[in-house]
């Protein structure tokens, strides 16, 4: 293996949303193995970075889901924008259903409300884990607006025609039945979207070309490396496309049975360091 690529959130960070020391030294291992280290992530890049930079990794990024790659030192080396008609179908879609979303451009993350925001994510946070304490989910919230750089607008209409604005992902969340199954029924027939998730209740939305897999094998290709020395890791369906390219894709131990089956691979979970795990296993192959 020449390449890792992994995912960050329910891959690389475990529950408390840190990179642990066991896979931070993992990684660093690899690293001094001449194996070339890349993360890709829905998140921003600089929501990214906060994790790693916690614990001293130095690596690029590919963020919102391929939609934009920057390079170790931050600069911007790829990006691919969605249409903004396209824009504007999934807006619409969203707001017919009455689903809360996010619009993450290249001036940062766009919302309509943060007060709607917080209450979505406490509703997620307490119906899969009903002992969490809801103050504490709140401030996590707010740290995440914080974390994403996330500015508040009742206009998207006029945020989607300013000329300097470029959309990467739109990002839509919720946990009543039936309302994100709707909006992928209205949209899945467009060619002009990739709809993914991160999550049981999200769904992701990006250019077709802005996927993992597509951004894991150019940045390969640009380094001379083939997807046969490739490994990729992660836990959701957003991953997919790089753990089927990567000629060694590793399911994580909380994946779905469905991630699992279109791994080679599979680890330990988020909370177990599954991702040092991964590499321990893969460089004892390769220097047995």
Do not use: W
Request: charged residues 25%; hydrophobic residues 40%; aromatic residues 6%.
């Amino acid at each position: 293996m020449k390449l890792f690529a992994t995912d960050l959130d329910g891959t690389l960070l475990n529950e408390k949303h840190e990179v642990s020391q066991e896979n931070a030294e993992a990684i660093r291992k690899a690293q001094a193995h001449g194996i070339e280290i890349v993360v890709a992530t829905g998140r921003s890049f600089n929501a990214a970075r906060k994790p790693l930079d916690a614990v001293g990794l130095d690596c690029p990024v590919i963020c919102l889901n391929g939609a934009k790659v920057h390079d170790k030192d931050g600069k911007v080396t790829s990006t691919i924008p969605l249409d903004k008609a396209m824009c504007h179908k999934i807006k619409n879609a969203c707001q017919n259903e009455g689903i809360y979303f996010e619009v993450f451009t290249n001036e940062g993350g766009f919302s309509s409300s943060r007060e709607k925001f917080l209450e979505v994510m406490i509703d997620i946070a307490i119906s899969a884990y009903p002992d969490l304490d809801e103050d504490m989910v709140r401030e996590r919230g707010k740290q995440r607006f914080q974390d994403e750089d996330i500015q508040v607008t009742n206009d998207f209409q006029a945020l989607f025609a300013r000329n300097d604005i470029d959309v990467y992902k739109i990002l839509a969340f919720s946990i009543v039945e039936g309302e994100l199954i709707n909006v992928n029924r209205q949209l899945q027939s467009e060619t002009g979207i990739a709809i993914t998730s991160s999550g049981d209740s999200n769904l992701e939305f990006n250019h077709p070309d802005a996927q993992k897999g597509i951004a894991l094998k150019l940045f390969a290709a640009e380094r001379g490396i083939e997807m046969k020395d490739v490994m990729a890791i992660g836990d959701n369906y957003n991953d997919v496309s790089m753990l089927k390219m990567a000629g060694r894709g590793v399911a994580m131990g909380n994946s779905d049975e469905a991630i699992k089956k279109v791994c080679n691979y599979s680890t330990k979970s988020n909370s177990e360091h599954g991702v040092a795990y991964a590499i321990e296993e893969m460089l004892e192959e390769i220097y047995q």
